[in-house]
């Protein structure tokens, strides 16, 4: 049975790539829910699925994280994997679509968990924006800053994999894209434009029909500002995915046993060297998948991402010493 992908909101959720892309379990937020029945949803996914690999946000709500660990810990689990990203909202439901789609492969529940660290690395989340005066999610200089502050001025900026703001206009810095064959996702909010389209899409080598979906709810507060038009680029195709994933050395966790790519269980949250038990409160919480705050360079080869080109391989190297093993034989992306 595949493992079940959960979401703490329904912004989370896209529509699948294809009929067998298996849907996405939205938790109600706590304020909607009793604990009792938060634990009672937990415990019908768990018997219905085995696993369950659960996507929350970074930006999320304390409540929604504690009440996470408050299920996971009354009900004595260890087979409830809490993963943590930094992405902004379109990305991080771009990246739990993929991991509903490698759900319905063979990986195993600690594989999958594990994975989203890497798959974070190959998404190039950003947003066209109206203002900067109010965005510290990115980093921004004191002169975007007072830019902002120009009737009509408009800035691009991107939170991952490498943080990056540039206004719109004459001269602008090119935003650094990704190497590989992508597809780009819009959600358009209070803002007219169409530089997504018209400039973003040649200059990255965007494949395929731009597709559009509703602005998450979070949006406007990730960014600072409800004048947006958000967007990210992402691997869209099931082999490369799968391929991509599958490259990684596998190791077994020496706490919890869960197999795992990377440096890290995304089950117990233990590094991948032998020491000792998980940090307080950390057992369950996978670490965060974001844009590359949290994850250490390591030793490990990146042999398996020659495929998607020269500029893919940050997201091998922060998975630290969980090397790939070859090359993919999926050569899809020129």
Same mark, same amino acid.
């Given at each position: ?37 938060? @634990? ?98 990115? &980093? ?20 991952? &994999?490498? %943080?990056?703001?540039? /206004? @719109? ?26 530089? %997504? ?52 050395? /596998? ?19 233990? &590094?991948?060297?032998?020491?000792? %038990? ?57």
């Amino acid at each position: 049975m595949a493992t079940a992908i959960a979401v703490t909101s329904a912004d989370l959720v896209l529509p699948p790539t294809d009929p067998g892309t298996p849907h996405a379990a939205v938790l109600p937020a706590p304020g909607t829910q009793s604990l009792d029945a938060s @634990v009672a949803d937990m415990q019908q996914l768990l018997s219905r699925h085995g696993y369950v690999v659960v996507v929350c946000p970074t930006s999320a709500p304390a409540a929604v994280e504690n009440r996470l660990h408050a299920v996971r810990g009354l009900l004595e689990s260890d087979r409830i994997a809490l993963v943590r990203t930094d992405l902004p909202p379109l990305g991080a439901a771009v990246l739990v679509r993929q991991l509903r789609q490698l759900a319905g492969c063979d990986f195993s529940p600690g594989v999958l968990a594990s994975a989203a660290r890497l798959l974070a690395h190959y998404i190039y989340a950003g947003a066209v924006l109206g203002s900067v005066s109010r965005l510290d999610r990115v &980093p921004v200089s004191l002169g975007s800053h007072l830019k902002s502050w120009l009737p009509g001025a408009h800035f691009a900026a991107l939170a991952g &994999p490498t %943080p990056q703001i540039t /206004r @719109v206009g004459n001269g602008e810095t090119p935003l650094a894209g990704p190497e590989f064959t992508t597809e780009l996702l819009l959600a358009r909010g209070q803002l007219q434009t169409d530089w %997504p389209t018209t400039t973003l899409v040649p200059r990255w080598q965007i494949q395929g029909a731009t597709q559009e979906t509703p602005l998450p709810a979070t949006s406007p507060g990730w960014w600072g500002t409800g004048k947006l038009v958000e967007f990210a680029a992402y691997l869209p195709d099931l082999p490369v995915l799968y391929q991509l994933v599958s490259s990684v050395r /596998r190791e077994t966790c020496h706490w919890c046993t869960m197999d795992l790519i990377g440096d890290r269980c995304g089950f117990c949250a233990a &590094p991948l060297t032998v020491g000792g %038990p998980p940090e307080a409160g950390a057992r369950g919480i996978g670490s965060g998948t974001g844009t590359g705050t949290g994850i250490g360079p390591g030793s490990g080869g990146h042999a398996g991402t020659r495929a998607l080109g020269p500029g893919a391989h940050t997201g091998a190297r922060a998975l630290g010493s969980g090397g790939h093993t070859g090359p993919p034989s999926v050569r899809a992306l020129p």
